[in-house]
């Protein structure tokens, strides 16, 4: 081996090499920022958001339906003649026909008879007899009588059969907190009530009202 040989300078790095990690990495950050989407809270895209809340729904939908129905209730004794005289116009003058009946306003004014499990009968002047009415005051309400009376809350809005359920259980809710917070049902046996609400006709004399308003008199 020559001094020459012994004396040769090391094979320098590449220069390439160097740079091409640094340069792959900000590569990809450079990806992943482009294909990264910022969410604010509380937007449409917030998937929080998407999940489907009932008692939001009802709170929110409760007064316009409470509004129509306090618009439109006829007196109970009305409503009972025309539904004698042509059932199908007063579900269209009163209510939203449904595939079982349909859901009618009505306002009532009647005395109120002995409670169980929060439903107490009626004793209304006037109606047709054998006419049986009665109200749910809960705590626990129950059916989708204010769900499906306005005629444009449908099945197809929501995403499921559960979540179409909860819509109506929601505006139940909001319903009661609404109306019901305050009502003694301990001392509403033998008082006057003014109860304007809605009800599904399914045997023209059996009224199962849900309340929108109560008053005691």
Known sequence: MTDATLMAPAPK???VK???LPACIAAVVAGIALDTKV??????EDVREQVFD???FGRATFPRIQSRVLEIAPD??????????????????????TAIGGVLAVSVIGVAGEGRSGIFPLTVAGLPEGTNVRMQT?????GTDLRDF?????FGQFKNQIEFQDAGSGLNRAMAADVLADLDRDGLSGQTV???GVFTLINPKNWLITPVAIEVE
């Not at 809960?138 to 129950?142: L, M, R, T």
């Open 13 to 15: 790095k590449s220069k």
């Open 18 to 20: 160097g740079w091409i």
């Open 39 to 44: 969410v604010t809270v509380g937007s449409d």
């Open 54 to 56: 009932p008692d939001g």
């Open 76 to 97: 109970a004794v009305q409503l009972a003649q025309e539904l004698a005289d042509d059932k199908a116009a007063a579900i269209e003058a009163y209510g939203t026909k």
């Open 138 to 142: 809960g705590p626990a309400i129950n």
């Open 150 to 154: 306005p005629g444009d809350i449908t």
């Open 194 to 196: 003014s109860v304007t």
